[in-house]
């Protein structure tokens, strides 16, 4: 717990020390601390993920070992999940067995929600401390990354003091109204983690000598030949793949792209002319949805922004060739 307390200590000096300017600075390099504290700290708890009115409990498992770091999800409420990740790999349990799934790219998830890379950060977002406070029993720092246009939500989030682990994270539309929001309920940092499950985990994800269950099924890079004219500033494409989705015939080409806090995924699949293939935009937190079918093709724009900015990138998506 106390490896990055140093760090993290002179860093918050510099956003309570200096100006607004230099605060904004601050925080965008504490947060490259952050991104890698949700890596690289053993903890447990319970979190709440919350939009509109619903509400999912999970607890989570997470410990770094020689050979890595390791996850495990389980479910509290509604259907019972399981979901295991190591070295960028998803499993989960499906009639009674592990097998390895898709890790959807482009999604992060909580509380590792920040890339390593923040780079292009500030040239996005306003970024600023706007106060302290406790979330799960820990003393918490309240950073807020306020968009500099129209085309993305704020950013709101609760930061551990010592550690530097994400608590807390929330998104607010332009009126300042909660979107979405993952919150700790309980949680233990460093200490006496629970490491027993490792052995059955790396016993069943195949470390041992079993087959991938998902073999030939994982999502591969392509040059598609599609692009998007106009993106918002500061999203850059970080991935090109063809991938498996269950309830489709045939692979989906994806395009993911990010801006470091939030991501947009672009799919093109044929129109196969399925009953569930309905046109039109839809919402689910701070994810946006919309479907259209243009000529032979089904497209979806999907993204953690305003239903505007899913409208834009529709708007300039367009085949290019090979």
Do not use: C
């Not at 760090?7 to 904004?24: S, W």
């Not at 498992?61 to 409420?77: A, C, F, Q, R």
């Amino acid at each position: 717990m106390g490896r990055y307390a140093g760090l993290l200590a002179a860093l918050l000096l510099g956003v309570v020390g200096n100006g607004y300017a230099e605060e904004g600075q601050a925080s965008l390099d504490w947060l490259k601390t952050v991104a890698f504290a949700g890596h690289q700290t053993d903890y447990s708890g319970v979190f709440v993920y919350q939009y509109d009115n619903h509400v999912e409990t999970s607890s989570i498992t997470h410990v770094v070992e020689k050979d890595g770091e390791y996850e495990k999800i389980e479910s509290l409420d509604g259907p019972k999940r399981e979901i295991i990740r190591h070295h960028g790999e998803v499993w989960s349990y499906i009639n009674h067995q592990m097998v390895q799934v898709d890790s959807q790219q482009g999604r992060k998830r909580f509380p590792s929600l920040l890339p390593e890379q923040l780079t292009a950060l500030g040239e996005n977002y306003q970024a600023r401390r706007v106060g302290a406070e406790r979330v799960a029993g820990y003393n918490a720092q309240v950073l807020l990354f306020k968009p500099r246009d129209n085309f993305r939500y704020t950013h709101k989030l609760w930061v551990h003091t010592d550690s530097g682990l994400l608590l807390k994270a929330a998104v607010l539309d332009d009126k300042e109204q909660v979107v979405e929001q993952y919150a700790f309920t309980q949680l233990q940092i460093g200490g006496a983690v629970d490491h027993a499950w490792l052995k059955q985990v790396i016993a069943s994800t195949g470390k041992s000598g079993q087959p991938n269950k998902m073999a030939g099924k994982l999502p591969t890079p392509v040059n598609s030949g599609w692009v998007v004219d106009t993106l918002p500033t500061g999203f850059k494409k970080s991935a090109e793949i063809l991938r498996p989705m269950r309830g489709k015939h045939r692979p989906v080409t994806q395009i993911v792209y990010s801006d470091g806090l939030s991501a947009i995924s672009l799919f093109v699949e044929e129109n196969d002319k399925d009953e569930d293939d309905v046109e039109g935009l839809s919402s689910r937190g701070s994810v946006s949805i919309y479907h259209k079918v243009v000529d032979k093709h089904l497209i979806t724009v999907v993204g953690e922004v305003p239903p505007r900015t899913v409208m834009k990138v529709f708007d300039s998506a367009r085949y290019n060739g090979n």
